[in-house]
């Protein structure tokens, strides 16, 4: 029931900053958690950043080292990705995706609803 639409995406400079966005519609009430995953050319989709919908708690891969948060927006129910010094290693196809309820955890690629997803390139 919720739709979850995507912006920012295509290509990025490699030290500078990244900042994807995700507005979610429908039944947004029943949203547990909002997050990020991305899944690069023949590889496993992976997590990258995720927050609580209410209470605002947010989580992070490791392998980012502070390079990323999880901004919430005011209106739209709408989040950000804020990629800052983004890598080539970076590139992907950037997924944003919602849960329900507390089942599986906010770290799994299991969850109840995804975006389209947007490619991301990051150039040297």
């Known amino acids: 029931q919720v739709q979850l639409v995507e912006s920012g995406g295509g290509l990025v400079q490699a030290g500078g900053s990244l900042r994807l966005s995700c507005a979610a519609s429908?039944?947004?009430?029943?949203?547990?958690?909002m997050g990020w995953f991305r899944q690069a050319p023949g590889k496993e989709r992976g997590f990258v950043a995720a927050i609580k919908w209410s209470g605002g708690r947010t989580y992070y891969a490791d392998y980012f080292k502070g390079r990323i948060t999880i901004p919430r927006g005011n209106a739209n129910n709408t989040v950000y990705l804020q990629m800052n010094r983004p890598k080539p290693e970076d590139t992907a196809v950037y997924y944003c995706?919602?849960?329900?309820?507390?089942?599986?955890?906010?770290?799994?690629?299991?969850?109840?609803?995804w975006s389209q997803g947007t490619q991301v390139t990051v150039s040297s």
């Open positions: 995706a919602t849960e329900t309820g507390e089942r599986v955890g906010v770290r799994t690629i299991d969850k109840d609803c």
């Open positions: 429908g039944r947004t009430f029943s949203t547990y958690a």
